[in-house]
């Protein structure tokens, strides 16, 4: 049997138990949060006195917080592409409208909420150019990306378990940094969407964990090949109007190490972390190539970690189209 077949099948081994994982992982629409419990309420007599509060808090926070946020809202924004990406993986039937395609529908319309969110946020503050980050986010959408998964789902399960883990990192340091300067809201805000983004991570490094337990050697080589050719985000063809595809995300994680929001650092400790929850020290029943895959995955962390050290971050910022000193 080939290793696509394979694949196919371990994945509708696992689709019978999908609609449990959709009660354990995911919340019902009418329990979940969202956007406007965390906005000024439009219906309200106070409207616009919410909105001058919000926009007098937003005056202290740095340039960098700006980049870091409007960064997170358009990778949210460009939710679209992610969800065509998971539909055409291998296993899921969105004609046939089965229990991967379901997973994938209810779990775009969770993270849906966290742009919706995020932006009219932005819209308020005052701060930004929304008309700028409005064609970054369109250009994001056009161009798509390339996170090297191809219609695996074992390496697209990787691929997830790691970025839901990162971004709920980026949105939990938004959330800290955003109270240490005086929102609270703000803080509240970022910190509910890191806790769905934490969930969702859950889910997917559960579905990595049941695989590993019938498929344990071609999910370790996915493993591998995930961790060798690294994950690149979402949003790593980022570019700023007027431009082509170029260096805009560089510059963005420039900003977003600099204020502490995810680091070099924090990429290598999520590499650890999902060492130790898939328990890869301890898989039995391994071929000889998932053995050396297992030795190469072990020894990686330490080797990212001083490479890391090594990196070093510009001091000055970058000056984005987004985010206007003088709107500051």
Not at 12 to 36: D, H, R, T
Request: a negative charge; proline letters at 3%; charged letters at 30%.
């Amino acid at each position: 049997m080939s290793i696509k077949n394979i694949r196919l099948e371990v994945m509708q081994f696992l689709e019978k138990n999908v609609a449990s994982y959709m009660e354990q992982y995911l919340i019902p629409v009418e329990q979940i949060w969202q956007p406007s419990d965390f906005l000024p309420n439009s219906e309200g007599d106070n409207f616009l006195e919410e909105v001058k509060e919000l926009r007098e808090i937003s005056k202290d926070l740095p340039y960098d917080f700006w980049v870091a946020m409007v960064g997170d809202m358009i990778t949210e924004e460009a939710l679209p592409t992610y969800e065509n990406w998971l539909m055409e993986v291998e296993g899921v039937d969105n004609e046939g409208r089965n229990g991967w395609s379901a997973w994938v529908r209810e779990w775009t319309g969770e993270e849906n909420r966290h742009g919706d969110l995020l932006n009219k946020y932005l819209y308020l503050s005052g701060r930004v150019n929304m008309r700028e980050i409005e064609m970054t986010t369109q250009h994001l959408i056009n161009d798509g990306f390339d996170i090297g998964t191809g219609r695996d789902p074992y390496k697209n399960f990787v691929y997830t378990s790691f970025q839901e883990l990162a971004t709920y990192v980026s949105h939990n340091r938004v959330s800290q940094l955003a109270k240490s300067y005086g929102d609270k809201k703000l803080s509240k805000m970022c910190k509910m969407i890191a806790g769905d983004e934490m969930r969702h991570h859950h889910a997917y490094s559960h579905f990595v964990s049941e695989i590993f337990k019938v498929d344990p050697s071609e999910m370790m080589l996915a493993f591998q090949y995930m961790m060798k050719q690294k994950i690149v985000m979402p949003a790593h063809f980022l570019r700023e109007s007027g431009q082509k595809i170029s260096s805009a995300f560089e510059l963005f994680s420039d900003s977003a190490q600099r204020i502490g929001v995810y680091t070099a650092n924090d990429y290598v400790d999520i590499m650890q972390k999902l060492i130790d929850k898939w328990e890869i020290d301890k898989i039995a029943g391994l071929t000889d190539e998932a053995e050396k895959a297992r030795d190469y995955l072990m020894k990686l962390p330490a080797r990212m970690a001083r490479i890391s050290e090594r990196l070093v971050i510009p001091k000055e910022s970058h000056i984005f189209k987004w985010v206007e000193p003088a709107r500051l």
